[in-house]
Nanobody, 114 residues
Framework: VQLVESGGGLVQAGGSLRLSCATS????????MGWFRQAPGKQRELVAR????????NYAESVKGRFTISRDNAKNTMYLQMNSLKPEDTAVYYC????????WGQGTLVTVSS
């Protein structure tokens, strides 16, 4: 499964961004999916995950109430709506299958200025 993240950019604190994860594989709809991020000098962390059908989601405490994960299985695409962004949200964001990861994409950089 090829993963292509997009939608990152530079935004002021308090702003919003919507990330997209486009996949090429035909198995997208049977996989749980997650959004991860890696800040400079830090380990990659899971920030949100969604079940294959989209009926259940989970979030890291640091983003709960601000980020919303969703997916459109007809379009083989997953999204991350990020609101009330903070400087500490600055990172490269990646998508991947969960719980077992596949090949990582190039990610999309989110920079939140204070």
């Amino acid at each position: 499964v090829q993963l292509v993240e997009s939608g990152g950019g530079l935004v002021q604190a308090g702003g919003s961004l919507r990330l997209s994860c486009a996949t090429s594989g035909s198995t997208f709809r049977i996989n749980g999916m997650g959004w991860f991020r890696q800040a400079p000098g830090k380990q990659r962390e899971l920030v949100a995950r969604i079940t294959s059908g989209g009926g259940s989601t989970n979030y890291a405490e640091s983003v709960k109430g601000r980020f919303t994960i969703s997916r459109d299985n007809a379009k083989n695409t997953m999204y991350l709506q990020m609101n009330s962004l903070k400087p500490e949200d600055t990172a490269v964001y990646y998508c991947n299958t969960v719980p077992k990861w596949g090949v990582w994409g190039q990610g999309t950089l989110v920079t939140v200025s204070s």
